[in-house]
Nanobody, 123 residues
Framework: QVQLAESGGGLVQAGGSLRLSCAASGRIFSSHAMGWFRQAPGKEREYVSA????????YYADSVKGRFTISRSKSDNTVYLQMDSLKPEDTAVYFC????????????????WGRGTQVTVSS
């Protein structure tokens, strides 16, 4: 059974950067995708980015395109989210998750979730 653990969140000023990590215990298969979602207080969980584990193909929500970069290390079983040019509206709890049927922007397609890491961007 795969378990996911996020790290790297924190408090940063607007315009700053953070790098989130998501370490997976257990094997991730080439057919899987890994995604990042976020949830701000009082709002629904929102898709941020995803990566196909096998091909490394990457996808982004329009709100973060050009500012965030997702990557993965197969040897370390880890997914990363490099967040640059952060804005106050990026403030949220960030979750990583596994989509066992492959790439999707729909949270319902993700069957394993981490506990999340808080990202706070001050203005």
């Amino acid at each position: 059974q795969v378990q996911l653990a996020e790290s790297g969140g924190g408090l940063v000023q607007a315009g700053g950067s953070l790098r989130l990590s998501c370490a997976a215990s257990g094997r991730i298969f080439s057919s899987h995708a890994m995604g990042w979602f976020r949830q701000a207080p009082g709002k629904e969980r929102e898709y941020v980015s995803a990566i196909r584990w096998g091909t490394g193909g990457t996808y982004y929500a329009d709100s973060v395109k050009g500012r965030f970069t997702i990557s993965r290390s197969k040897s370390d079983n880890t997914v990363y989210l490099q967040m640059d040019s952060l804005k106050p509206e990026d403030t949220a709890v960030y979750f990583c998750a596994r989509a066992w049927r492959g790439y999707s922007t729909d949270a319902a397609e993700y069957d394993v979730w981490g506990r999340g890491t808080q990202v706070t961007v001050s203005s």
